[in-house]
């Protein structure tokens, strides 16, 4: 069993930053790709920033692209979300999740993609 355990989350105003960070732990998996989703209160929770682990090629949902980045560094087995010009439609409880099965790239935007999820860290933006 693999454990995701994000940090980060934070009460900031609009236009703050904050990173987010994802760390894996426990056995050890193949991995083929991270992501980050999101779920607001009364909403389905929704992609927001994917990364494939071995050609760290990213994937962007249109409402953060270019405000978000994702990285990763796989020595430490950790993916990393830079949120950057936050606005308060951007409040959420983000979720780190983890493919240990091979997934396309074209899909890798999808819940289902995904088999390992974390406990999702709180980020709220003030206005």
């Known amino acids: 069993q693999v454990q995701l355990g994000e940090s980060g989350g934070g009460l900031v105003q609009t236009g703050d930053s904050l990173r987010l960070s994802c760390a894996s732990s426990?056995?050890?998996?193949?991995?083929?790709?991270m992501s980050w989703f999101r779920q607001a209160p009364e909403k389905e929770r929704e992609f927001v920033a994917a990364?494939?682990?071995?050609?760290?090629?990213?994937k962007y949902a249109d409402s953060v692209k270019g405000r978000f980045t994702i990285s990763r560094d796989s020595a430490e087995e950790t993916v990393y979300l830079q949120m950057n010009r936050l606005l308060p439609e951007d409040t959420s409880v983000y979720y780190c999740?983890?493919?240990?099965?091979?997934?396309?790239?074209?899909?890798?935007?999808?819940?289902?993609?995904?088999?390992?999820w974390g406990q999702g860290t709180q980020v709220t933006v003030s206005s």
């Open positions: 426990g056995r050890s998996i193949s991995n083929y790709a």
């Open positions: 990364i494939t682990w071995r050609g760290g090629f990213t």
């Open positions: 999740a983890m493919s240990s099965v091979p997934v396309s790239y074209t899909l890798i935007h999808r819940r289902s993609s995904y088999n390992n």
